[in-house]
């Protein structure tokens, strides 16, 4: 009701690009303009969005192998769970030497531009991405992918929901180590983020 009075006196023009309910008090102001929320779905955003999903995934590969040498220092990476840091550690630490890893993607990425390929040439980390967005509708989806494919790091956006339920599957698995949410925006892992930090599992936002 605030706004509206505001867009009353004349001074509020533009107010959101998320559309509000029918009984908003806002939704049928003359005032009123909406536009569709494009988010990390136009291209350049996309490009940068997979520049920086580079970055990231060239830092956890030489985390989870002990390439420290190779380790990029040009880029921070935001570990949104280092509050919770259990007692044991996190997984991906210390006791972690591999040089093959999966990743599950259940979202729209573009692999392309992510280029795998260059990370694999310049670490020798072999990569297995599975682009599973189109397998997934609901969370009955999501946990039936996620115990098909086991894989080390869970790359999401928006579309997908961590729940406690969820969560529960992916720390099942020993070798599951990071989840990885490129874009911005973490309130799709909220309801799963203390299970996952409690069992060392990093979460990492770019």
């Known amino acids: 009701q605030a706004l509206r009075d505001h867009l009353d006196q004349g001074w509020l023009r533009f107010v959101s690009d998320e559309t509000p309910t029918e009984s908003d008090p806002v939704t049928n102001h003359q005032d ?3 536009t569709g929320h494009i988010g990390g779905s136009s291209d350049i955003t996309k490009e940068k969005i997979a520049l920086n999903t580079n970055k990231v995934i060239r830092h956890l590969a030489c985390e989870l192998t002990n390439n420290g040498s190779e380790t990029p220092n040009d880029y921070y990476i935001n570990l949104v769970n280092e509050h919770l840091q259990p007692e044991q550690g996190w997984r991906a ?8 890893l999966k990743i599950l ?10 280029n795998f390929e260059k990370i694999t040439h310049d670490l020798g980390v072999t990569f297995t991405i599975v682009d599973a967005k189109d397998e997934i509708a609901d969370e ?6 996620i115990e098909k494919h086991r894989p080390n790091i869970l790359m999401i956006r928006t579309k997908t929901i961590i729940t406690e339920t969820v969560a529960e599957v992916l720390i ?3 070798n599951f180590y990071y989840l990885l949410r490129p874009g911005v925006g973490i309130d799709n892992i909220y309801p799963g ?3 996952l930090s409690s069992h060392g599992v990093k979460i990492i936002n770019e």
Request: no cysteine.
């Open 93 to 100: 630490t210390g006791n972690t030497v591999t040089r093959e």
């Open 172 to 174: 099942s698995d020993s």
């Open 140 to 145: 009955s989806d999501l946990i039936a992918s």
């Open 32 to 34: 009123t303009l909406m």
């Open 105 to 114: 993607l259940t979202d729209v990425f573009d692999i392309a531009k992510i």
């Open 193 to 195: 983020m203390k299970k």
